[in-house]
């Protein structure tokens, strides 16, 4: 028979397990109006955060797990797991192609993606080469890891001089005019966290949006 204070440590446990749950981002920022700053492009939003739009300011939202897109403008919305709620307001909603579920587990993936190992199989080659958290259909990504700063981008499977991007919230590879190769395989890296990811041998270029372009880390 469990004693109080037993009881009392399980259900502190849990309520810590579900608030770190409900904290997870389920949405990004894709696009805002300039007189908006909170949130602003590129910010992550977590269920149930409640946004107050003035008239005139508009938001482009992504959910990460159910690959829809909304443009909202004016009014009360709030933030929800695969949509939000929204009332007062002109809201667009639609699909895009995206990863899915797979965008949310590449923070995990991020933290382990240097440590995870595959043989190559190119020529029987003993070199080694990290497996690919996920692979992208577009030659420009949009690389957004949990915290702003510095960007490098190494190509792993080819002799290429690894890239420093701007600082920021994000790097879009697509406003800086920066195709990587086709079928190529990288590691983006930004302080502690890294995400590893291949490059479609069919993409092409292309203008996507943000969410079909993601790569978080």
Known sequence: MYSRIQIAAFAL?????????????????????????????????????VIELKPGQWLVIGYMASCVQEEIRGGRVVIGTERSTADETKLKRSKVPCQGSAQLSQAQAGKSAAMVFRKSPAKGAASNLPEAALTLTSLSPLLRPEAAGPIRLTRLDAAEAPRDLPAGRAADLQKLGIQLAAGGLYRAEAGQQAVVFRIDPAAKADSLPPLSRLVRF
């Open 13 to 49: 446990i849990l309520s810590l397990n579900i608030s770190t749950a409900w904290a997870a981002p389920a949405a990004l920022v894709e696009d805002a109006s300039p007189d908006l700053s909170d949130p602003g492009a590129m910010d992550y939003l977590e269920p149930g955060r």
